[in-house]
């Protein structure tokens, strides 16, 4: 491909769906044609005289379903919704993002009015910021909380750098109100929570390549609730795990998932 059109090889083998393309050519040409009327033209051509059976095909889906289509109302205004917000997540987000400011708000509460008696120094806040992000997480990737899931994986813009996408709109909602309540509180530095946090988000992306993204952030949270939470609620101390010497362990955790995420790219990309 050329910096401006798909060269016409591209597109004749696009065309006849040749199964020797490369997965990462494919889903190059299948952006690019998202913005390219030009090139979509050209494929257009390709499919008419190259692969007349496609053709015809496309012309009998359209001709039966033609009937069966009912005029539509007017389009809602974008204005609700612009372009940049669905880029960045999705609907079914929308009730997670609130619980999950929810959880921090009432994290807030709890150590204002001072930590249940059983938590002793332990503050709420700082055992539910590692993982509070993999609630958001686990919805911006789901096949059960999405209905258009499929679609949404079937698109070329779909797989890793989507789910990066709505992973970071996740974060950039959870992380802030978590740097806020730590600094009005005091109970808690940054260092002891981020870091496991992006660790435990990583883990999870890593993880999801293999069982689902939903599921292993599922499963880091139920990790960590009986790991962490249940000893600090019985000992009512702060988990050896977020103590400061532990950091080179969350770094090296967070290098290890951002390595796999990368080395398992392509596993997003499939439903």
Known sequence: ????HASTRLIDDYARGDAAMAADTVWALEAHLETCATCRGRLSAAVATGAPGI???VDSVRAGLEPRLTPVGR??????RPGWVSAWMTPAMTPWLV?????VLLALLLDVAGPPSRLGDASPVLLVAPV?????VAASWSRGL????ELTASTARAGLPLLLRRTTAVLLVALPGLLLEGWLTGAMTAAQWLLPSLAFTSTALALGSVVGVTRAAAALVALWGVVVVGPAWSTGHVPLVLAADRLPFWGLLLALGSGA?????????TL
């Open 1 to 4: 491909m050329s910096d401006d």
């Open 55 to 57: 053709a015809a095909l």
């Open 75 to 80: 389009a809602p205004s974008r204005r609700l």
């Open 99 to 103: 619980m999950t400011v929810t959880v």
């Open 132 to 136: 509070l992000p993999l609630c958001g």
């Open 146 to 149: 999405d209905p258009a899931y």
């Open 261 to 269: 995420v990368i080395a398992r790219r392509n596993a997003y990309a």
